[in-house]
């Protein structure tokens, strides 16, 4: 029993790791696309191509369900994990890729404060103590008194704050419907309702382009099916920290590409960011009550 936990332990982490590569991977990509190429065309890029991976597991699979509960709370789902991925992309072309990497990722720092508004379950002082951590480095990494304030960089802590708002509706969602439902749904109602978007915007891409499309289509859909694949063989107070590797990829990444190195700001404020997040994570899920015991689903 050891040896499998240790070795679901090792699995998990693995896998989170490459998670984290492709997620930054992702957003070097969509950091890459030509500025002719509007931001909801690589949206819908982004999705139609999940849409295409997923079709043949449904079609497949004989215990795949199309009926839908709660459709208003799918909706929500659906248009919040829209708006937050809108938000990194677009931040994505005007912000440097570690800020807007490490300010999206921030969403762990928003869910207890959720928790709160929404259902009243108030939250332990270690854990406020922790997002009060976060919450510094996020200012630090915005740096607003340092005359490197760019104010598209609050795109990408508004799509980390709905990310949070989309994992809240995720987990009652997933009281009814399988992890396969809600990742097929949420590809085909935001590759319709991007793409309807996308008509009056739409450039025909060239080679250079589509490929740089398509390998944000790519690695988008690995990053989804390797985080959910880690959280469900290893608690997600283990993978959160692995996840933040993302940071790191995107530094280098970052360095390689365009020779940018990220200010000292940035620096300060990713470790007080990682480790607040990280604390709320852990101590979350050894805090919270029974009814927000951690879910192993990562479908946002």
Not at 170 to 185: D, G, I, P
Not at 186 to 194: E, H, N
Not at 242 to 261: C, E, N, R, S, T
Request: charged share 10%.
């Amino acid at each position: 029993m050891v040896t499998k936990q240790r070795n679901n332990l090792f699995l998990g982490v693995l896998l989170a790791g490459v998670a984290a590569l492709c997620f930054a991977l992702m957003g070097f990509f969509v950091k890459l696309v030509p500025h002719a190429i509007p931001s909801v065309e690589i949206i819908f890029f982004r999705f139609i191509i999940g849409l295409i991976l997923l079709i043949p597991f449904v079609l497949t699979r004989r215990d795949f369900s199309f009926k839908m509960h709660r459709p208003a709370l799918y909706l929500l789902r659906i248009s919040l994990a829209l708006i937050s991925l809108s938000c990194m992309f677009y931040s994505l072309r005007h912000v440097a890729l570690v800020n807007v990497i490490l300010l999206f990722n921030t969403s762990p720092l928003f869910m207890p404060i959720l928790v709160f508004v929404f259902m009243g379950i108030k939250t332990h002082r270690t854990i406020l103590i922790s997002i009060l951590i976060g919450f510094v480095g996020i200012i630090f990494v915005l740096h607003p008194t340092a005359g490197l304030f760019n104010p598209v960089a609050l795109f990408a802590v508004a799509g980390g704050f709905t990310a949070a708002c989309a994992y809240l509706t995720v987990r009652k969602l997933t009281l009814e419907h399988s992890t396969l439902q809600l990742v097929f749904y949420l590809f085909l109602f935001c590759t319709f309702i991007s793409g309807l978007a996308m008509l009056p915007y739409w450039v025909t891409p060239d080679k250079h382009s589509l490929f740089l499309l398509l390998m944000v289509g790519i690695v988008g859909v690995l990053f989804q099916l390797l985080i959910t694949m880690a959280l469900k063989i290893a608690k997600a107070r283990l993978v959160t920290p692995i996840i933040y590797l993302a940071v790191i990829f995107g530094g280098v990444l970052q360095w390689i590409a365009f020779g940018q190195v990220p200010h000292v700001n940035v620096i300060i404020g990713s470790c007080l960011v990682i480790i607040g997040a990280i604390a709320t994570v852990y101590f979350g899920g050894k805090l919270e009550p029974p009814q927000l015991k951690e879910k192993t689903d990562a479908n946002i």
